[in-house]
């Protein structure tokens, strides 16, 4: 554990504090669409979660990875499912998450931050640079 904290203390000291954050629609995947294209949601028509993103301009992770980079996604919930749209230009768009039997009324699933982190670290030593993660 005290590798994984000297990490992320690591990458702290060597990034950038953003101390005034916006969003451009408070739900996950219309948020995560926005972020990947640039384009705002009566752009890319993604308006709510469980909306199936159609392209039109690719989006920065295909321009990334037609530009050599290696690129990978270890997602946390369903709710970035492969199955609307995002996994385009990734050499992996990890996104397996199991349901929890005793949650099965629940109509999202997740898993916890520590799982997606171990599964990324362990993908990080395979990329080729530059990447995109």
Do not use: C
């Not at 969003?23 to 948020?31: E, F, K, Q």
């Not at 037609?66 to 749209?85: I, W």
């Amino acid at each position: 554990m005290l590798k994984r904290r000297q990490l992320v203390d690591s990458l702290a000291q060597r990034g950038v504090e953003i101390t005034n954050a916006r969003t451009a629609v408070p739900l996950t995947l219309p948020s995560h669409t926005t972020m990947l294209t640039g384009l705002l949601p009566p752009a890319h028509g993604v308006r709510q979660n469980g909306v199936t993103f159609k392209p039109g301009p690719p989006p920065l992770v295909r321009v990334l990875h037609d530009s050599g980079y290696s690129t990978a996604a270890f997602v946390p919930e369903k709710t970035l499912n492969h199955h609307f749209g995002l996994a385009d230009g990734f050499d992996v768009y990890n996104d397996e998450i199991k349901r929890d039997p005793e949650r099965a009324l629940r109509l999202e699933a997740e898993r916890r931050g520590e799982e997606v982190v171990t599964r990324a670290l362990k993908w990080l030593p395979t990329a080729k640079r530059p990447f995109f993660l």
